[in-house]
């Protein structure tokens, strides 16, 4: 399964972009996760098949996750982006559930390798 990311790049502070994943062959669950220098990778966004989807606290209400099942692409659309939303954020696709099962989703899950968000303030 390759897993394969973009949209991302650099906006001033109050910003959008729209980022993109695209997974070779269908999986269950997919998500969004991301990394900033020096800290721990997070959770940002996860959907399921049902429709169902996880939030961070940090971007509730700013970041939108969203996946087109016919073509197995998943889209986070970001918008009033802040300078802490800068990481590289990273897409994964596993075949059991993201928000069900998230520790077994992370030690199965197909990754992609990762696009650059830079929030400037």
């Known amino acids: 399964v390759q897993v394969v990311e973009s949209g991302g790049g650099s906006v001033q502070a109050g910003g959008s972009l729209r980022l993109t994943c695209a997974v070779s062959e269908y999986t269950y669950s997919m998500g969004w996760f991301r990394q900033a220098p020096g800290k721990e990778r997070e959770g940002v966004a996860s959907?399921?098949?049902?429709?169902?989807?996880l939030y961070a606290d940090s971007v509730k209400g700013r970041f939108t996750i969203s996946k087109d099942n016919a073509r197995n692409i998943l889209y986070l659309q970001m918008n009033s982006l802040k300078p802490e939303d800068t990481a590289m954020y990273y897409c994964?696709?596993?075949?059991?559930?993201?928000?069900?099962?998230?520790?077994?989703?992370?030690?199965?899950?197909?990754w992609g390798q990762g696009t650059q968000v830079t929030v400037s303030s």
């Open positions: 994964a696709a596993a075949r059991v559930g993201a928000i069900a099962t998230p520790e077994l989703f992370l030690a199965t899950a197909y």
């Open positions: 959907t399921e098949p049902d429709g169902s989807t």
